[in-house]
């Protein structure tokens, strides 16, 4: 059974923090690993990452993939209070006529405080 | 930008009666999705459909729930008789393409079996 799991599970900063995120997985024929961003309503597409050791950038985010060690992480740099979400880690993997399934990990809930 | 719609927003039923959530995907995605979240759980896949048949199911898609694209532009998620268990979010998404492929999320219907 695939499994996606992250750590921590919360997560509370301050302004202009740096926060690291982590997310590990143990699947069957790795395809992708995406980062999704949810707030009180759709996720948010942030990252998908299919190489290992190219970092993906966007603004203050960023995310790395490392598939010997079966692990990704989010960075977010200099947080602001909009940054508060929770952070979903998700991935696909190959198998059969399978495609595009996602498992889920149970998200960082990150708070940031002014 | 495009976006996946999901109505309604909150749907309430009670136990033993069906209920059909509403998805439009974006307008040139191909591959159709439904995902479940259980209050304070992961969130789960419950199956992909693409060329007006199911891909695939998880488990969870037994022969309470079915899937239909009933014309162009809709996508929707029938459940036959409720159960108390079935009262999570439920996400729609959609890709372009079925592999390697982002997947883009609805803000999702709250269904609640009273």
């Known amino acids: 059974e695939d499994k996606v799991v992250q750590s921590p599970l919360s997560l509370v900063v301050h302004e202009g923090d740096t926060v690291t995120l982590n997310c590990s997985y143990e699947v069957t024929n790795f395809r992708s690993l995406l980062w999704y961003k949810q707030e009180k309503k759709a996720p948010t597409f942030l990252f998908m990452l299919t190489s290992s050791g190219i970092e993906k950038k966007s603004g203050r985010l960023s995310s790395i993939l490392d598939k010997k060690e079966l692990f990704s992480i989010l960075n977010i740099t200099a947080t602001q209070t909009g940054d508060s979400a929770v952070y979903l880690c998700a991935v696909e993997a190959r198998g059969g006529t399978s495609y595009g399934k996602l498992t889920f990990g149970q998200g960082t809930i990150l708070t940031v405080h002014p | 930008e495009p976006e996946v719609t999901q109505t309604p927003s909150h749907q309430v039923t009670q136990m033993g009666q069906e209920v059909i959530l509403r998805c439009v995907p974006i307008s040139n995605h191909l591959y159709f999705y439904w995902y479940r979240q259980i209050l304070g759980q992961k969130v789960e896949f419950l199956v992909s459909?693409?060329?007006?048949?199911?891909?695939?199911k998880s488990e969870i898609f037994d022969d309470q729930f079915s899937v239909e694209r009933p014309d162009g532009s809709n996508f929707t998620l029938k459940i036959r008789s409720t159960k108390l268990e079935d009262s999570a979010m439920y996400f729609c998404a959609s890709s372009k393409q079925g592999a390697l492929d982002i997947q883009y999320f609805g803000a999702g219907t709250r269904l609640s079996v009273l």
């Open positions: 459909f693409y060329n007006n048949e199911i891909s695939e």
